[in-house]
């Protein structure tokens, strides 16, 4: 099948990911490719450090090894370094499928471990309570990174999280199809490694896909967004004409690993 044919059953396909785990909107089938994972990424809002002391005491201690005990790993959570305004915190749970996605707050509810290690923080007071608000997002893995990876583990590194937001649903596809025909492993070879590459199916910005990167530090992410503008296969791929007017706004946010973060 090629991408023309492909584009022209995109409509049908766009409610598959929530039906069948296996299809992805887009999807360009690959044999023995392994299943891919669902992202659910979070904000935190926190408004004092109260609030953030508590928070990261909490996803340290108890919740990070819940989730760990419920299969979802490796957690990770961000602080941000460059971005919106205000205490936050990014948190990144990966998913073997979309079941595992839908039902961890009500598998978490049931652990009983987890409930009492952290009835301080779970139950706080409507006038004191453990955070703001929170927003979440819901992925689905790309076809050519069909599984989060953790690529550098040394404690300066730093995190960059972009979102491509698109004009129409039909635009967010053809940018898909560049990614999983030609642009991620450019990013592999000029050193943009990536940590995870997610179709967005629920959440703000819509329609859009929203990945991220990871650096040994800030110099190391210059000299490779450098060397990916310059690189000749990301002339020859940006340049045909079949992905042209497919991002319509890009958000980028730098973000910095918390002590207890897996990612």
């Known amino acids: 099948m090629n991408r023309r044919t492909l584009l022209a059953s995109a409509v049908p396909a766009a409610l598959a990911p929530l039906v069948a785990p296996q299809t992805a909107l887009g999807a360009i089938t690959r044999g023995a490719a392994p299943a891919s994972q669902y992202y659910e990424l979070r904000r935190y809002r926190l408004r004092n450090v109260s609030q953030q002391r508590a928070f990261h005491t909490f996803w340290g201690d108890v919740a990070t090894p819940a989730l760990n005990r419920l299969g979802v790993e490796p957690v990770g959570a961000f602080t941000v370094m460059h971005g919106p305004n205000g205490p936050s915190v990014y948190v990144l749970l990966p998913h073997a499928d979309l079941e595992s996605a839908t039902s961890v707050r009500r598998r978490l509810a049931e652990d009983e471990a987890y409930m009492q290690a952290g009835e301080g923080f779970l139950k706080r007071s409507m006038a004191d309570p453990s955070y703001a608000r929170y927003e979440s997002s819901l992925f689905k893995a790309f076809d050519d990174m069909p599984v989060m990876e953790t690529p550098i583990s040394s404690g300066g590194r730093v995190f960059e999280l972009r979102v491509y937001e698109s004009q129409s649903d039909e635009a967010g596809i053809r940018k898909i199809e560049m990614f999983n025909n030609g642009e991620i492993p450019i990013f592999r070879e000029v050193g943009l490694h990536p940590v ?37 296969d990301w002339k020859t791929l940006s340049a045909d004409p079949y992905y042209a007017e497919t991002v319509s706004a890009i958000s980028s946010y730098m973000l910095r690993p918390t002590g207890y973060s897996q990612v």
């Open 196 to 232: 995870f590459f997610g179709e967005a199916l629920v959440g703000e910005q819509l329609p859009n896909l929203t990945y991220m990167l990871v650096f040994e530090n800030m110099a190391a992410k210059d000299e490779a967004w450098a060397k990916f503008i310059a690189h000749p």
